[in-house]
């Protein structure tokens, strides 16, 4: 059977990765999540001050970004691949409120994102891959078979993200969320180098009122589609 790529795009908390994984479990394709690698790299920043509360030093990160090397690993009990930064897994670090408060800036660097589009684009050289993210049907797999983009209005995103973090025991209110998705929204959108913008031949999946059985079953249906052409 032939094997494909997909795609799966959209602004934060769109539910994306949860797809993201199932499907490539129920496909046995890889799994990569690629705001993992923006956050692993916002991560690395912060641990060496090069970003903090009202200062980035960009310059920095750029001239470090060779000591940056990012892995993944299949956690069995999980089910997902884990990221791994120069060795250290850091799959729960990087979800809290402060490394995604960062993230954003981080990501509109081209230095940073020549890095990591280069690193995604070799995962999937051999296809069988689903990939989430927010340019990855537009730069990074631009001929990929099968291309998902997801929306959901900003306050049903806030309010999962902000259920996520409540029973991770993170301390937040959901005001602090909203902010967080809408700023990341802007942000994400609007900067200069590969913004977020739903590819031509890319399927819209509007989530808001979905159960993510039927958004898997939709995605398979259109994949055995694909990949029996
Ligand atoms: O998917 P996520 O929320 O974990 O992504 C975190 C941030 O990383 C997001 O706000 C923007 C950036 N990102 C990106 O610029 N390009 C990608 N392919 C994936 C994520």
Redesign the pocket.
């Known amino acids: 059977m032939r094997k494909i790529i997909i795609a799966i795009?959209g602004f934060?908390?769109t539910g994306?990765?949860t797809i993201a994984k199932q499907l490539a479990n129920k496909l046995n394709y890889i799994y990569v999540?690629?705001?993992?690698?923006?956050?692993a790299v916002?991560y690395f920043a912060l641990e060496h001050n090069f970003i903090g509360v009202d200062f980035f030093h960009s310059e920095k990160l750029i001239e470090n970004l060779d000591k940056i090397i990012i892995t993944f690993k299949f956690n069995d009990i999980k089910g997902f691949a884990e990221v791994y930064l120069n060795g250290e897994n850091i799959e729960n670090t990087?979800?809290t409120l402060k490394?995604?408060q960062y993230?954003?800036p981080?990501?509109?660097l081209s230095e940073v994102?020549r890095k990591?589009?280069e690193q995604?684009q070799l995962m999937g050289k051999d296809k069988g891959i689903v990939?989430?993210?927010?340019?990855?049907g537009t730069?990074?797999f631009p001929d990929a078979e099968l291309k998902i983009y997801m929306i959901a209005s900003a306050e049903t995103r806030a309010q999962r993200r902000f259920k996520e973090l409540k029973e991770r025991g993170d301390n937040l209110t959901y005001e602090d969320v909203l902010e967080n998705v809408t700023t990341?929204d802007r942000?994400?959108s609007t900067?200069k180098d590969?913004p977020?913008v739903k590819a031509e031949d890319a399927i819209e999946i509007d989530n808001s009122k979905l159960t993510i059985a039927d958004q898997l079953d939709t995605i398979l249906n259109l994949a055995s589609h694909n990949i029996s052409k």
């Open positions: 795009d934060s908390s994306k990765s999540d690629t705001g993992a690698m923006y956050r916002t990087i979800r490394v995604s993230v954003s981080v990501a509109t994102r990591l589009v995604q990939m989430d993210g927010r340019d990855i730069v990074v990341r942000i994400d900067r590969s977020l």
